[in-house]
């Protein structure tokens, strides 16, 4: 048996951000993007059109909007972990059928916790199912409307998970944005009929298989906490495409053919919940020791990768795009985050933005 190559250190986040298209040569289109990562974290509307940005060239924000909203290539729905993710189209049947089950459960706890008795959830999913079925695409504030007619409660929580209920049930998906929101839709209407009932064995197999395409060097613990499935699916997954993979040091694993050579990170500004930060694990390779990027309530801050780690945070506001550097910076450094801070702006379509770099505290 070969032994397995060594991966330094060094070089782990490098060969990642080849996997994550943050190296080589850029994606064409979003769907190429959301294809290779395979699901894309999509809570943040901004922050997963930053992540197609970061892995193209050349390409806006309106790009992405029309892959939603035109192509319906692309759709947002929840799956992995119970978060919202952002897939293809046509990886939405098998994904959605393999890392639902699991959410169910909790999202019944979470109607009863909300005021949502079992009657008023059934209630509210028909309530949105006829509303989409009658008036197509509408947006939460107006199925929030439909469900306060049906004597639905919408108060705090409720409305989200009332809507979760109907996407779980493989009903609704968000898919084309609507006056700068992304409405919901019916997935009969949205994506015609659906295909005959995944193998599990083989999705656990596809799951793996592509995975490992945006996410390797990895083992079978990352893969388990990325889908949000059982240590055992990950181990089954993986031993369906034993004769795909090699083995690398420290119980790594990538497909056939990886090579241990990377090419150098460039600087590149990531948004809000950035896949780089949710593949594997440990996400220490990326962020160190440092917790301002990630917050004590989940939420993932956008920052700037230098040479594969973060070396800021950065917040756009009111025209402003201000970076704000964990240590001291060189020139070189400073000058390559205000020139990806400018194609932010280009991609947003902010053409008046200004780019503000500022010294690190002390």
Not at 231 to 253: C, F, K, Q, T, W
């Amino acid at each position: 048996m070969a032994t397995p190559r060594a991966v330094p250190p060094r070089r782990l986040t490098a060969l990642r951000c080849r996997s994550q298209l943050l190296t080589g040569s850029p994606a064409t289109d979003p769907v190429e993007v959301v294809g290779r990562l395979l699901a894309v974290q999509g809570q943040d509307p901004r922050g997963f059109r930053l992540a197609v940005r970061s892995r193209t060239a050349g390409l806006t924000a309106a790009d992405v909007d029309r892959a939603l909203t035109v192509d319906r290539s692309l759709v947002v729905t929840t799956l992995n972990r119970g978060t919202l993710h952002l897939v293809r189209a046509e990886d939405y049947w098998w994904l959605h059928a393999l890392t639902t089950p699991p959410l169910h459960t909790d999202n019944a706890r979470r109607l009863a916790e909300t005021g949502v008795d079992p009657a008023q959830a059934e209630r509210g999913v028909d309530t949105v199912v006829a509303a989409l079925r009658a008036e197509g695409p509408l947006t939460r504030g107006q199925l929030r409307g439909h469900l306060d007619g049906a004597g639905v409660p919408t108060a705090g929580q409720a409305l989200i998970h009332t809507l979760l209920l109907t996407s779980l049930r493989g009903l609704t998906v968000r898919g084309p944005v609507v006056g700068g929101d992304q409405a919901w839709v019916l997935v009969e209407d949205w994506l015609g009929t659906p295909p005959a009932a995944p193998n599990r064995h083989r999705a656990l197999a596809e799951l793996s298989r592509r995975y490992l395409a945006g996410h390797a060097p990895a083992d079978e613990r990352d893969l388990a906490k990325w889908a949000g499935l059982p240590l055992r699916d990950a181990r089954a997954g993986l031993s369906a495409i034993a004769g795909e993979v090699e083995a690398m040091a420290g119980g790594l694993v990538a497909l056939k053919g990886f090579p241990t050579e990377a090419d150098p990170v460039p600087t590149r500004l990531l948004g809000s919940f950035d896949p780089l930060l949710h593949g594997w694990v440990d996400r220490r390779p990326v962020v160190g020791d440092d917790i301002t990027i990630v917050t004590v309530n989940g939420l993932f801050r956008p920052f700037a990768l230098v040479r594969g780690k973060a070396a800021a945070s950065w917040g756009l506001a009111s025209g402003v795009l201000t970076i704000r550097p964990f240590a001291p910076l060189a020139a070189a450094t400073r000058k390559a985050m205000a020139t990806d801070a400018a194609d932010v702006g280009r991609f947003l379509g902010l053409d008046d933005l200004t780019v503000a770099v500022e010294h690190p505290p002390g």
